[in-house]
């Protein structure tokens, strides 16, 4: 032993001095860790600049200018007769209060603005959004006292103008511009000086309708929100309980036979369906076939029920199978049958996990465009407010993400703001979904 | 009577059939309960469940007959000579639908009665304007055979419901009598309601059979339909895609597969390196803290609705790659000319397939046993070789599964290449070009103005059939990977 050591070669290396092949591979190592974390580290990066993106570009839908301006309400041309009939009011349109409300403006300009540039009061048209008069004409009908008064208005103003204060619009992009040229931006910039022109909260935009092409300033996602609170009840409604049974049935009571299996592949794979070969069954078996109504929120409820079924069926087995089988046991000895067994003990003890999955798969259907699309979602102006709970599910409407794709298809870049700000308002609600799964989770989930 | 009020009546006489059931059980045992044989409540629910069920199943599927049958008997009412030269059957037949609707809403609204309604003569009163009284607009006034079609649609759906009415009732009363007729203290309630929320158990089951049936049917039958009418060689070979909806299109599906496949090998270049190594990096190498904030921060980006990715590419990443290749660029080059590439949605894809990739390797490299790290360790194996040597080659075939999974999501991807990569169809190697997919092609021939029945639109079933195949086929083989894979280690 001793000769043999005493005869060996020279070791090439030892623990104290460093091989060149160690450093080798010690630089490999090394480097084989920064890969991991530059990886991870983009991934991170990559979601910063999402959300960046998102909030930078948003923000600015939830804030709209607003100009303020007493509006004479003329009597004699809103309401001729003077007898204050409400019939008769009804009669001018919005034609009727379109030059009251120029002339009011250029009021305010001729006061505020040093030598005012304007001639005449149509000039103002550029600053105030179209939907202006019907606006005012509003008010009037609810109060038709006020005719004769001159009365403070707070006039959505034109998208342009919007746009100028939030700098998406230049005096060099308007260059080419027919709608509004440099000297009604100088106008602003003074009338903002006197706080006239101001730029406030824009409720409008969480509550409001969509508007049409040409008025990006008065749209809003307030009836297409209400479109996918409708598809989400269709979609709570039926796939919790269809969900749970189907589990149940699966997990607790199914033999093991060919039919058990073929639906146990068929859900598996029909979680890794793309969701636009779901639309293409609800155009063909729900608006084809059954005749339901295009762009029904009933319609999408269905298609995104069928959707995420596979989802609640597969967390809804996962929780049910997390349930040790002494429960189901004592149960038995205790003389309940295995129905009784599974939903006296089995199924509640199973519900916060159900539940978790359940808000984790409607958050999903939420976010869903693709098969909106195919059900005639989109291209649809969602302008009316449903009027009651059957029209709710029954007639057209749009839904968040449909009109999210809906603004962004859209000419005008007014509208691509209002796509942003559409996006964080669906995420906002998915955010919030998520939380409360989680804090079910955590509140509610017993480890046995 | 509408079917909402019948529902209600079903379910009220259901609840009565509860009372009275569990009343008679009860009086059968003499008020004590320990001499039934099931618990008091199954005696009320099984005499529930027989008066509701059977009822609510045959309207249910009266409802969906109904309308069928009607339709027909109408349509071969209407002579061959009422249709005009440029529409169809169907569109004649919506007129009459929307003409019988107006008049069953006049007669509501009380601007006539049933009677008249039923005797309207088109060339003696102007339907048309009647209509538009209650607040039907029609494109055209109404003629004679629509009207007279549109009365015996009305008549025919009448007495339909009239009928389904009393059947409906007729079942539940029966159903009431035979079950309360079984009601005594040794029926075996507990058994028959338990076979019945077994029945119920399994019907809820097959939907999923169901939904598969359903897509298949519907692609399948529209797919032979596509057939008939374009020659299935030119739409599987041909390399033109150019769809007319006048006629004389060229639907070959080549350039849309090429378009797929060329964004989803971007989309996967992107995310199968970052996802890899980030699962690599967060199961062996990062500490139990970094884990847990990077791993669900990492998944959050597989929470965010595809829209948003579109939006990304469309307003984001495309003017990005614009302001960088295009004309005038950074790197002053004129490559791209458009917002719109196959370099854009195949970036963004990727993005949000990063975290697809990442936690399913994480779950198999996390499969892989302790002991055959160990093994390695002991021999002197740093961790980086542990990892290459040993780790992914025991989890390859996980990993082979997971990015195949992820390639069919790629390929199923909607909103991000409807949205990022353009709508011109092309064989082109140019990645800053754009192109087209599958699934962009099925949104924007369905959404149009098209009629149903034209190749124009039919194609996009068989676009759908295609794409159907397609992910089924990755997902069944990568499911088989993963399956048998598993089989080593447990």
Redesign the interface.
């Known amino acids: 032993m001793t000769d043999a050591t005493a005869n060996s070669p020279q070791p090439k290396s030892s623990l104290l001095t460093v091989s060149p092949r160690v450093k080798q591979r010690n630089a490999a190592e090394a480097r084989f860790k920064m890969y991991g974390i530059a990886a991870v580290m983009t991934g991170l990066v990559f979601l910063v600049i999402l959300l960046a993106t998102i909030l930078f570009n948003g923000v600015g839908a939830f804030q709209q200018t607003f100009i303020e301006v007493p509006v004479y309400l003329d009597a004699a041309k809103l309401d001729k007769k003077g007898e204050r009939n409400i019939d008769d009011i009804k009669k001018v349109s919005t034609f009727g209060y379109t030059p009251l409300i120029e002339n009011a403006i250029f009021a305010a300009v001729e006061e505020n603005v040093d030598n005012n540039p304007l001639t005449a009061s149509k000039e103002t048209k550029a600053l105030i959004s179209a939907s202006a008069a019907a606006q005012v004409r509003d008010v009037v009908i609810a109060n038709p006292e006020m005719i004769g008064e001159t009365v403070d208005f707070r006039i959505l103003a034109a998208s342009r103008v919007d746009g100028y204060l939030k700098g998406r619009v230049t005096r060099d992009s308007i260059a080419r511009d027919k709608n509004i040229d440099a000297v009604h931006l100088d106008i602003v910039d003074q009338l903002r000086a006197k706080g006239i022109v101001k730029r406030e909260f824009n409720w409008a935009f969480i509550t409001g309708a969509d508007a049409s092409e040409s008025r990006p300033e008065q749209a809003g996602m307030g009836v297409s929100m209400l479109g996918s609170l409708f598809m989400m009840l269709v979609v709570l409604v039926l796939s919790l309980p269809i969900g749970v049974a189907a589990s149940i049935y699966l997990e607790e009571f199914a033999p093991q036979n060919k039919w058990t299996d073929l639906i146990e592949v068929n859900i598996s794979n029909l979680a890794a369906v793309p969701s636009i070969v779901f639309g293409i069954l609800g155009l063909a078996v729900f608006i084809q076939f059954a005749g339901l109504p295009q762009s029904a929120p009933l319609v999408g409820g269905l298609v995104l029920t069928l959707m995420t079924l596979p989802t609640i069926i597969i967390s809804t087995r996962a929780s049910l199978k997390s349930v040790p089988p002494s429960i189901r046991d004592a149960a038995l000895g205790l003389g309940a049958s295995k129905m009784q067994s599974v939903f006296h003990h089995v199924l509640p003890l199973a519900m916060p996990g159900i539940l978790t999955g359940t808000i984790i798969g409607l958050a999903q259907a939420l976010g869903e465009t693709a098969p909106l699309l195919l059900i005639g979602m989109v291209g649809y102006i969602a302008s009316n407010y449903p009027t009651g709970p059957i029209a709710g599910f029954m007639d057209p409407n749009s839904a968040m993400p449909a009109q999210i794709y809906e603004w962004a298809k859209r000419a005008d870049p007014a509208y691509y703001e209002r796509a942003w700000g559409g996006i964080i308002i669906l995420l906002v609600f998915l955010i919030t979904m998520n939380i409360i799964a989680i804090i079910l989770r955590r509140r509610f989930e017993r480890r046995w | 009577m509408p079917p909402l009020w019948l529902v209600l009546i079903v379910l009220a006489l259901g609840v009565v059939g509860y009372v009275l059931g569990r009343q008679k059980a009860m009086t059968s045992a003499d008020g004590d309960s320990r001499h039934l044989h099931s618990l008091p409540v199954y005696y009320g629910t099984n005499v529930s469940l027989f008066v509701v069920l059977p009822a609510l199943l045959v309207m249910v599927c009266w409802l969906?007959v109904q309308?069928i049958l009607i339709n027909n008997s109408v349509a071969g009412q209407i002579p061959a000579s009422a249709i005009p030269d440029s529409g169809t059957l169907g569109l004649v037949m919506s007129d009459v639908r929307r003409v019988a609707d107006g008049l069953d809403l006049a007669v509501s609204q009380g601007a006539m009665t049933g009677a008249e309604a039923g005797a309207l003569q088109a060339g003696a009163t102007d339907v048309r304007q009647l209509l538009a009284d209650v607040g039907v607009a029609l494109g055209s006034d109404v003629t004679e055979t629509t009207l007279s079609a549109a009365q015996s649609f009305r008549s025919k759906s009448a007495t339909g419901n009239l009928v389904m009415t009393v059947v409906v009732l007729a079942l539940a009363v029966a159903g009431f009598v035979y079950s309360y007729g079984r009601t005594n203290k040794d029926f075996r309630a507990?058994n028959v309601v338990?076979k019945v929320?077994?029945g119920?158990?399994?019907?809820?089951?097959?939907?999923?059979?169901l939904?598969?049936v359903?897509?298949v049917l519907?692609?399948v039958?529209?797919t032979i339909e596509f057939f008939k009418l374009y020659p299935a060689a030119d739409f599987f070979f041909g390399t033109t895609w150019s769809p007319s909806f006048g006629g004389g299109s060229e639907l070959g599906v080549l350039p849309l597969l090429w378009g797929t496949l060329y964004i989803s090998v971007i989309a996967l270049a992107v995310a199968v390196?970052?996802?890899?190594?980030?699962a690599?990096?967060?199961s062996?190498?990062?500490g139990p803290k970094a884990r847990g904030i990077?791993k669900p921060?990492?998944e959050?980006?597989a929470?965010?609705?595809?829209?948003?990715y579109?939006?990304?590419a469309?307003?984001?990443v495309g003017p990005l790659l614009v302001n960088t290749f295009g004309d005038g660029g950074a790197l002053g080059v004129d490559w791209m000319s458009g917002a719109s590439s196959v370099t854009t949605a195949g970036l963004v894809m990727g993005?949000m397939l990063?975290?697809f990739v990442?936690s399913l390797s994480d779950d198999i490299i996390n499969a892989v046993p302790q002991a055959m790290r160990d093994g390695s360790f002991g021999l002197g194996a740093?961790?980086?070789?542990t990892?290459?040597q040993v780790v992914l080659p025991a989890a390859l075939p996980g990993i082979v599964g997971a990015i195949l999974?992820a390639a069919?999501?790629a390929?199923?991807?909607?909103?991000i290449v409807?949205?990022g990569a353009g709508a011109a169809a092309r064989l082109s190697m140019n990645p800053l070009e754009a192109m087209t997919t599958v699934?962009a092609k099925?949104?924007s021939q369905?959404?149009g103005d098209a009629d149903?029945a034209s190749p124009e639109a039919l194609v996009?079933?068989a676009l759908?059939m295609t794409?159907?195949v397609m992910?089924?086929g990755l997902?069944?083989l990568a499911?088989y990977i993963v399956r048998k894979y598993r089989e080593q280690y447990e």
Request: without cysteine; aromatic residues 8%; proline residues 4%.
């Open positions: 969906i309308p507990r338990e929320i077994r119920i158990l399994i019907l809820a089951a097959s939907i999923a059979i939904t598969t359903g897509i519907s692609l039958f529209n390196p970052i996802g890899l190594f980030a690599i990096y967060l062996e190498y990062a990077a921060l990492i959050v980006l929470g965010i609705p595809t829209i948003v579109g939006l990304f469309l307003l984001t993005i990063i975290p990442s740093t961790k980086s070789e990892v290459k999974l069919s999501r390929i199923g991807e909607t909103m409807v949205l699934t099925i949104v369905l959404t149903f996009a079933f759908g794409l159907f992910t089924l997902n069944v499911l």
